[in-house]
């Protein structure tokens, strides 16, 4: 019986998650510690953020030698 309530649960989760639209986020980068490491371990995560759709906003000072295209 047990089993049975975690199914009907794990249904109207999905239901619930299924239904509601999903669209493409507004992110804010902000690298304000002049270190080039912690730009370096973000930027691929950001520039494939922005290649699947999302609007990425990046402050560094540190300049992006290929930026994405968009």
Do not use: Y
């Not at 109207?12 to 992110?27: D, E, H, R």
């Amino acid at each position: 019986m047990q089993i049975n309530g975690i199914w009907k649960c794990l249904l109207l989760t999905s239901l619930i998650a299924g239904s509601s639209p999903v669209g493409a986020l507004n992110i804010l980068g902000l690298f304000i510690h002049p270190a080039i490491s912690h730009f370096q371990f973000f930027q691929p995560l950001l520039r494939r953020l922005a290649e699947t759709g999302h609007n990425v906003d990046v402050v560094s000072p540190f300049r992006d030698a290929q930026p994405p295209k968009g």
